[in-house]
């Protein structure tokens, strides 16, 4: 019982970190919340137990503070830094494994980075498996995350117009961007677009507000999918949601507009909670899973500490409060600002919806029974929205969760072996 309160006390610490900028009351609906997800049969602590058994120092405790430039040169994959200058002047750093083939573009979700897909490695890290199958792997990182923290006149740090963005600018912006990059770069005319998360979100914003744009991807898998949002799982998001606007005053108020940044305080917390293979279990783990989903038995217990220990990466509160509209209104549509802005800046009081039949492209959907931030009857209509959905997979364990695509110790015979063989069906056509 000791043990049980002690990750309930921990984790309820988390969360009221992440949450306090909220009022009392709103905290306390928030980590009540918590604390029932932790009681029902979403999670026991069976999890905690299997932790305990399996916990091991068989790590190299080295990758923990390797960016992924050089976890990639450690693992002896050929490795490239590209910055890619944006319209409104944003520099996004890039990273691309050079090969023969065709290339596959792979982008993180929020809060994360490019480390996301090199953190773990062989047989299921996404990014190696494909660099083997000779594919020209490209790897990007969003405006505001820790990679791409520049701009060709703002500064991130002094500027409250650096940070004023979504995952629509990303989409419209960040994802044209660098698309363009690549196929200029490769001498291309296509390439294979691979989302998680808001990966997948800011593809779909692109191809809704820039249609041209469907003519340059092959074929798009999502991973994952984020586009309705109303009926999601996780208690922590669900429980923001009527206080949202304490969060959007909040930072207006002190004028801080960045979200869990790699910074001095969090890099702190991840040496002190996240560096150690025991704590990156019980806490770090257990935190990332109150918010997206548990799947204790998909944990590498070699490898918790390396891929806690590169995560936050950070991103605009804009973002987050974009998500938290969505949840709220039920509706994927472009971010709210209230009535008067609205009409100056769309032509109406209400925020049009983002028109997802003029998303042409060859799109792949993968979900998950147990994705506490992506629920099937959201996905479902998008799916009777898109016009040419070419593959729907529900990941074959009822236990998989959103953060699982990335680091579940099946990965490979869950989702990449389903993945590769829609990457080699659709970029035959493509220049090797």
Request: charged share 20%.
């Amino acid at each position: 019982m000791r043990t049980f309160a002690l990750l309930s006390w921990i984790m309820s610490c988390g969360v009221f970190g992440l949450t306090s900028v909220f009022s009392d009351t709103a905290k306390n609906i928030i980590l009540n919340n918590v604390l029932k997800a932790i009681d029902t049969n979403d999670f026991n602590f069976k999890c905690s137990f299997e932790i305990l058994d399996n916990y091991t120092t068989n790590i190299d405790k080295e990758n923990i503070h390797l960016n992924v430039t050089q976890l990639i040169i450690k693992n002896k994959y050929p490795v490239e830094e590209h910055h890619v200058t944006t319209d409104d002047g944003y520099i996004l750093t890039v990273i691309r494994m050079p090969n023969d083939g065709p290339p596959v573009y792979l982008m993180h979700g929020l809060l994360c980075s490019a480390d996301d897909f090199v953190t773990t490695n062989l047989p299921n890290s996404i990014a190696y498996n494909l660099w083997l199958e000779g594919y020209d792997v490209w790897i990007g990182n969003t405006r505001g995350n820790k990679y791409s923290r520049n701009h060709a006149i703002l500064n991130p740090d002094t500027d409250k117009l650096f940070w004023d963005f979504s995952w629509d600018e990303i989409g419209r912006i960040d994802l044209t961007g660098i698309i363009d990059y690549i196929l200029t770069k490769t001498g291309m005319s296509q390439l294979v677009y691979i989302g998680h998360s808001q990966g997948t979100t800011a593809y779909f914003v692109m191809c809704s507000e820039r249609p041209e744009y469907n003519d340059k991807v092959a074929l798009m898998i999502s991973l994952s999918t984020v586009g309705y949002m109303s009926r999601l799982k996780s208690p922590v998001i669900r429980a923001m949601i009527p206080f949202s606007e304490d969060f959007e005053l909040f930072s207006e108020s002190i004028g801080y507009f960045e979200v869990l940044p790699s910074d001095l305080f969090t890099n702190m917390f991840t040496t002190v909670f996240c560096s150690d293979p025991l704590l990156a279990s019980l806490v770090c783990a257990n935190i990332m899973s109150i918010f997206s989903g548990f799947n204790c038995a998909q944990i590498d217990f070699n490898n918790v500490a390396v891929i806690y220990g590169h995560l936050p990466s950070g991103s605009s509160t804009k973002q987050l409060l974009h998500y938290l509209q969505e949840v709220k209104s039920g509706k994927f549509q472009k971010y709210d600002y209230g009535p008067t802005k609205n009409l100056k800046v769309y032509g109406t009081k209400i925020p049009p919806d983002y028109e997802v039949k003029k998303i042409t492209s060859p799109v792949a959907i993968f979900y998950s029974d147990n994705d506490w931030l992506s629920n099937y009857t959201d996905v479902k209509i998008l799916i009777d929205q898109l016009p040419k959905v070419v593959d729907v997979y529900n990941v074959p364990l009822p236990k998989f969760t959103h953060m699982d695509y990335l680091y579940a110790k099946d990965l490979k015979t869950l989702v990449y072996s389903r993945l590769v063989e829609l990457v080699k069906k659709y970029s035959p056509n493509l220049k090797w």
